[in-house]
């Protein structure tokens, strides 16, 4: 084997385009988590990174090394095949991960999903999950583990000791102008799916102008890098290419998506939701062999969403994880205003009338978000806390008439809303002269591993 390069020769490596070999990145990634790597040159290697790109054989080996960088989590032999989990690249309402976790579990598999906080504006399902009184995402692996025995599935934090190389790289990204490099953010996300030793992964890439990839092309790339490396990590890996132009669902805020959930989890909520919920689930039942065909996965979610299931799966779940067990049945078995006053709401419920009438063609979601952020609903800084409370509930669908001074849009918060935060909001509904066309169908593609056979 070759003498090992100096890290100043490693940098210019790739900063002159070459590929590194897999010592070399590993050797990269043992300094950056043993603290032997200066924090300028973690910098220029990710600045080099960002430019020059890596391949696939590159990708999987900064992959493993960063998993190598801390501890692996380990399952019973009999889970084998069963362990799985989601991983979305962030939305404005995405409240999946909530229904769709018991829903897995209850229909057989195992679920550790480990999920994020909100950041920006797209909020996180620990942060959503929080809003329930006594929830506690943190858990060690030990206590995951009894929570899957008993429950099948639990939703928690990342444990400091899982892939802390990403911890560091992803603090560097942020301040560097290098979050948005397909290697690195590949690396990043499988990370920490292959340090939960899964067996299957389903991945929501979603693109739009409330998205981390702006068009279907470049989520389409993301999947397609994600979808290469995971399978080569030995995890069946699937991609859902998915519309995030505007919410999804009708709420937004953290305590209104956790009601939004509960009615998906009872078999109702809105459609959007549920389609995405059983797609994805879909995919992963067939994918760790517990359906014949995604078709037949996507069926078998319906029925444990249908037939309370999955519902009596999220109660276990949240008992398992602190909520008082009065609390929990409240919330799942509750009339809507008996989970309204287990969650609380917010002090000020406002709704904002329509200026002027027309055909609902869309509710835009960034300044939707960025509206709700600025009330409290989200944080600028990590660290910093969020009302769960502030929130808002879309009172319209696409392609409704709407008259001047009908209401379309409930705000809760507390306080006042300023003129500014009421002319982003009313510059979030787009309204047509007529009746619109059809809005494009919100799942826009499947990527599968090639060679996979195309789900029947
Ligand atoms: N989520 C991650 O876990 N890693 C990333 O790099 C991004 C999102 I961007």
Same mark, same amino acid.
């Given at each position: 084997?070759?003498? /090992?390069?100096?890290?100043?020769?490693?940098?210019?490596?790739?900063?002159?385009?070459?590929? +590194?070999?897999?010592?070399?990145?590993?050797?990269?990634?043992?300094?950056?988590? #043993?603290?032997?790597?200066?924090?300028? /040159?973690?910098?220029?290697?990710?600045?080099?990174?960002?430019?020059?790109?890596?391949?696939?054989?590159?990708? +999987?080996?900064?992959?493993?090394?960063?998993?190598?960088?801390?501890?692996?989590?380990?399952?019973?032999?009999?889970?084998?095949?069963?362990?799985?989990?989601?991983?979305?690249?962030?939305?404005?309402?995405?409240?999946?991960?909530?229904?769709?976790?018991?829903?897995?579990? =209850?229909?057989?598999?195992?679920?550790?999903?480990?999920?994020?906080?909100?950041?920006?504006?797209?909020?996180?399902?620990?942060?959503?999950?929080?809003?329930?009184?006594?929830?506690?995402?943190? /858990?060690?692996?030990?206590?995951? /583990?009894?929570?899957?025995?008993?429950?099948?599935?639990?939703?928690?934090?990342?444990?400091?000791?899982?892939?802390?190389?990403? %911890?560091?790289?992803?603090?560097?990204?942020?301040?560097?102008?290098?979050?948005?490099?397909?290697?690195?953010?590949?690396?990043?996300?499988?990370?920490?799916?292959?340090?939960?030793?899964?067996?299957?992964?389903?991945?929501?890439?979603?693109?739009?102008?409330?998205?981390?990839?702006?068009?279907?092309?470049?989520?389409?790339?993301?999947?397609?890098?994600?979808?290469?490396?995971?399978?080569?990590?030995?995890?069946?890996?699937?991609?859902?290419?998915?519309?995030?132009?505007?919410?999804?669902?009708?709420?937004?805020?953290?305590?209104?998506?956790?009601?939004?959930? +509960?009615?998906?989890?009872?078999?109702?909520?809105?459609?959007?939701? %549920?389609?995405?919920?059983?797609?994805?689930?879909? +995919?992963?039942?067939?994918?760790?062999?517990?359906?014949?065909?995604?078709?037949?996965?996507?069926?078998?979610?319906?029925?444990?969403?249908?037939?309370?299931?999955?519902?009596?799966?999220?109660?276990?779940?949240?008992?398992?994880?602190?909520?008082?067990?009065?609390?929990?049945?409240?919330?799942?078995?509750?009339?809507?205003?008996?989970?309204?006053?287990?969650?609380?709401?917010?002090?000020?419920?406002?709704?904002?009338?329509?200026?002027?009438?027309?055909?609902?063609?869309?509710?835009?979601?960034?300044?939707?978000?960025?509206?709700?952020? #600025?009330?409290?609903?989200?944080?600028?800084?990590?660290?910093?806390?969020?009302?769960?409370?502030?929130?808002?509930?879309?009172?319209?669908?696409?392609?409704?008439?709407?008259?001047?001074?009908?209401?379309?849009? %409930?705000?809760?918060?507390?306080?006042?809303?300023?003129?500014?935060? %009421?002319?982003?909001?009313?510059?979030?509904?787009?309204?047509?002269?007529?009746?619109?066309?059809?809005?494009?169908?919100?799942?826009? =593609?499947?990527?599968?591993?090639?060679?996979?056979?195309?789900?029947?």
């Amino acid at each position: 084997m070759a003498a /090992q390069a100096s890290l100043p020769a490693l940098i210019r490596k790739k900063r002159d385009g070459e590929q +590194l070999e897999d010592e070399e990145i590993q050797s990269f990634v043992r300094g950056v988590t #043993e603290g032997t790597v200066q924090q300028g /040159q973690i910098g220029a290697m990710l600045m080099a990174i960002r430019l020059r790109g890596m391949d696939a054989v590159e990708t +999987l080996a900064l992959t493993r090394a960063m998993v190598a960088s801390g501890r692996v989590l380990a399952w019973p032999p009999a889970w084998g095949g069963l362990v799985v989990d989601k991983h979305s690249t962030g939305g404005v309402g995405d409240k999946v991960s909530l229904a769709l976790a018991p829903a897995l579990a =209850a229909c057989g598999c195992k679920v550790p999903m480990i999920s994020g906080r909100g950041l920006g504006h797209t909020g996180g399902t620990l942060d959503k999950l929080e809003a329930i009184p006594g929830f506690c995402v943190s /858990q060690s692996p030990e206590q995951m /583990q009894s929570i899957l025995e008993q429950v099948g599935c639990c939703i928690v934090g990342q444990s400091k000791e899982l892939v802390p190389a990403d %911890r560091e790289l992803y603090s560097l990204r942020d301040v560097t102008a290098t979050v948005d490099s397909l290697p690195l953010i590949t690396a990043s996300i499988l990370s920490k799916k292959a340090a939960e030793q899964l067996s299957a992964l389903v991945l929501d890439v979603k693109f739009g102008s409330a998205a981390l990839c702006p068009t279907q092309e470049s989520a389409q790339e993301l999947a397609h890098s994600l979808v290469v490396v995971g399978e080569q990590l030995g995890i069946r890996t699937a991609a859902v290419l998915s519309r995030m132009d505007e919410p999804l669902g009708r709420c937004v805020g953290s305590s209104l998506e956790v009601l939004e959930a +509960l009615e998906c989890l009872e078999g109702g909520g809105p459609p959007d939701l %549920r389609e995405l919920v059983t797609a994805l689930g879909g +995919l992963l039942l067939w994918q760790c062999g517990l359906a014949p065909a995604e078709e037949q996965g996507r069926q078998q979610l319906a029925r444990v969403l249908d037939d309370g299931s999955a519902l009596r799966t999220f109660e276990a779940m949240l008992g398992a994880q602190g909520v008082p067990p009065n609390i929990a049945h409240r919330l799942c078995a509750g009339s809507p205003p008996e989970r309204r006053q287990v969650l609380g709401q917010a002090g000020t419920r406002e709704e904002l009338p329509a200026l002027r009438g027309g055909w609902v063609q869309r509710v835009q979601a960034l300044p939707l978000a960025h509206v709700l952020h #600025e009330l409290g609903a989200g944080r600028a800084r990590a660290g910093d806390p969020v009302n769960p409370r502030v929130g808002a509930e879309l009172l319209v669908a696409v392609g409704q008439r709407l008259r001047a001074g009908e209401p379309w849009l %409930r705000v809760h918060h507390e306080g006042a809303l300023c003129a500014a935060a %009421r002319r982003a909001l009313q510059a979030a509904l787009c309204l047509a002269p007529g009746p619109p066309r059809a809005p494009p169908p919100r799942l826009a =593609a499947t990527i599968l591993p090639a060679g996979a056979p195309r789900p029947r």
